[in-house]
T-cell receptor, first 112, second 113 residues
Framework: QKEVEQDPGPLSVPEGAIVSLNCTYSNSAFQYFMWYRQYSRKGPELLMYTYSSGNKEDGRFTAQVDKSSKYISLFIRDSQPSDSATYLCAMSGGTGFQKLVFGTGTRLLVSP | ETGVTQSPTHLIKTRGQQVTLRCSSQSGHNTVSWYQQALGQGPQFIFQYYREEENGRGNFPPRFSGLQFPNYSSELNVNALELDDSALYLC????????????FGEGSWLTVV
């Protein structure tokens, strides 16, 4: 079993839809949770960073962390075609160094 | 732009050869990590350098090695290249050893033939 599980998609939605992306994890030592966006053949771009449980909002993006369920989510409101990319969840903690453990990524396609 | 720059952007090597990839970290960042991302997969942690010392390593063999220089730039060296080493190699920089935001460069695409 992988430490971090993420549905690879693809997830296809119409422009303006609310998108929900999710990851589950097994390592209870994880404390830091991130979402990255990666366009084709580019490096990952940090979208959201959350410490421990709770919600964080930044513009159209909301990140949620539920440590009791080992479940994290990213919501995208009013999705745009430019949001079409692969979304990677990543998490770290418990090692004493900054080892990020990633999901496989969910490919999102937003159609006009 | 994250301020993390990598070179070269693309390269092709033959099995058994050696390769060196380079990374300049974001200004003010003293920690550099390297990741390998195979097609269709999430990045896999190779190792981390802090103050010129390796202070964390993932499940990669010793033929993957690195350096960090006094200006915090870094190199990833891979010896005895194998076909499975074909991947996007990502450099990431941050401040401190844990718990801080991590920014990635655009990566170096390595193809081993």
């Amino acid at each position: 079993q992988k430490e971090v599980e993420q549905d690879p998609g693809p997830l296809s939605v119409p422009e303006g839809a609310i998108v929900s992306l999710n990851c589950t994890y097994s390592n209870s030592a994880f404390q830091y949770f991130m979402w990255y966006r990666q366009y084709s053949r580019k490096g990952p771009e940090l979208l959201m960073y959350t410490y421990s449980s709770g919600n964080k909002e930044d513009g159209r993006f909301t990140a949620q962390v539920d440590k009791s369920s080992k479940y994290i989510s990213l919501f995208i409101r009013d999705s745009q075609p430019s949001d079409s990319a692969t979304y990677l969840c990543a998490m770290s903690g418990g090692t004493g160094f900054q080892k990020l453990v990633f999901g496989t990524g969910t490919r999102l396609l937003v159609s006009p | 732009e994250t301020g993390v720059t990598q070179s070269p952007t693309h390269l092709i090597k033959t099995r058994g050869q050696q390769v060196t990839l380079r990374c300049s970290s974001q200004s003010g960042h003293n920690t550099v990590s390297w990741y390998q991302q195979a097609l269709g997969q999430g990045p896999q942690f190779i190792f981390q350098y802090y103050r010129e010392e390796e202070n964390g390593r993932g499940n990669f063999p010793p033929r993957f090695s690195g350096l960090q220089f006094p200006n915090y730039s870094s190199e990833l060296n891979v010896n005895a290249l194998e076909l499975d080493d074909s991947a996007l190699y990502l450099c990431a920089s941050s401040f401190g050893v844990s718990g801080n935001t991590i920014y990635f460069g655009e990566g170096s695409w390595l193809t081993v033939v």
